[in-house]
């Protein structure tokens, strides 16, 4: 095995079990006998084209097998056959011809497989090109064996020599009536080769086969390996089982292929990463979790020896936010006193200041009276003349009017009346007109200028009462 995956591409890995090992020995014995043909018949996965694969190896012999990819036509189905013929008869190579009827895309090929088995040849495969080299082999053969030398003897000793190197291994699944047509079809498939039936793998071929493809996928079961694999061996055997009881119930059929045990194993690798990474997932955020909570409890603690120091601090402050509420409280209650004088000065201030403005009311009224007076009075003023005065002075009678406005002009200048002018003339019995000849009517300029001059804007209060 280790020499095969050494000089191939495809590497291949396989569990060689007790029958794999009869299947081997078989194919290989077969093919190596004139003419010896295969007929591998098992279902998919059963191992019939590794272990062909293997068989040719051991046996030294090249294998041939074709690619069908998108676009494989018959065309391309008949190049691929006439390389397989050329490369064993003209080349002189034993090569083993491994075809899977899951490559069959047109019933002809297996026509074209019957004629290989019955005779070695293909009708009208060979182009004129071609026969160059197989008439070289075929003269050289008729020489060996001192036939004469024609073109039907060359094609017929280049046969002999095609027969004698290919080996056709055709690997078919016996279920269906498909398979049951072309046996009917194509005798030779049957006739012309020795059939090697891949049965049910055995207990030993599952434990193997599950053994190395658990270590290959590099799954680490943790001691845990031999029970995993018996318990898919135990799953596969039930169910082969259960469809035997299965086919007797319904008459159907479900196949159990070792491909199934091969999905079984694949799907519970799957399965087992998946649960391990979550598994993982879940740890890693509970680890992180518990790291925050044990992180959150130092904090805790240490707040709590925080809370624990502060803890006489806190009374004092708490004695002390009694106090000002206290001290709060009895200002709160002053303050509400306050309040109270203050909306009362406040009332009696509105009161006093609506008294004002009536009075302000009342005095510009009175005020809008008097200016029509003032103005008259001033113009009166401007016109009257100093003789006017002295002869207001030399009066010996003045009436009361006289009297009365010298009494004013007094009143205005703030000059009182002395006892010795009362009564000195007539309706003159306070003694304001003797008053006023005297120092205000003595110097009429002087008298006429001070109240032109006068300050009618700050007059004293005593002088308006």
Known sequence: MEEYNGIVKTQMHLVMFLDACDHVSRIQRVIRQPLGNCFLLGVGGSGRQSLSRLATHLATYKMFQIEVIKGYSMNNWREDVKKALMQAGAENKP????????????????????????????????????FEPIFKVGKQMCMEKQIQVTKMNMFQQYLVKLKSNIHMIIAMSPLGDIFRARIRQFPSLVTCTTIDWFSEWPEEALLGVGRGQVEASGIDLEGSTDGVID??????????????????????HNYVTPTSFLELLASYKIILEDKRKEVGQNKQRLVKGLDVLAKAAIEISKLEL?????????????????????????EKADAAVEQAIVAKESAAAQAQEKEAAELKADAEFELSKAVPLLEEATRVLKDLKKDDLYSVASVKAPTPLVV??????????????????????????????????????????????????????????????
């Not at 006489?312 to 009895?330: D, G, N, Q, R």
């Not at 019995?429 to 205000?440: D, E, N, P, R």
């Open 306 to 330: 925080q809370i624990q120091e502060m803890a006489p601090v806190l009374e004092k402050t708490k004695i002390a936010l009694a106090e000002t509420m206290e001290v709060l409280s009895k």
């Open 231 to 252: 318990m898919f061996k135990n799953i596969h055997m039930s169910v082969s089982a259960k469809s035997l009881d299965f086919l007797d119930q319904l008459n159907r």
């Open 404 to 465: 009365m406005v010298m009494e004013i002009a007094c009143h205005m200048f703030q000059h009182k009346p002395e006892k010795k002018d009362m009564g000195k003339s007539p309706n003159d019995t306070a003694g304001y007109f003797a008053c006023s000849k005297i120092k205000l009517l003595g110097n009429p300029n002087k008298f006429l200028n001070d109240m032109i001059d006068f300050d009618k804007e700050h007059i004293p209060e005593k002088t308006v009462k």
């Open 95 to 130: 090569t083993s011809f491994l075809f899977v009827d899951t490559q069959i895309i047109n019933e002809q090929m297996l026509e074209d497989i019957n004629n290989i088995l019955n005779g070695g040849d293909v009708p009208n495969l060979y182009k004129t090109e071609d």
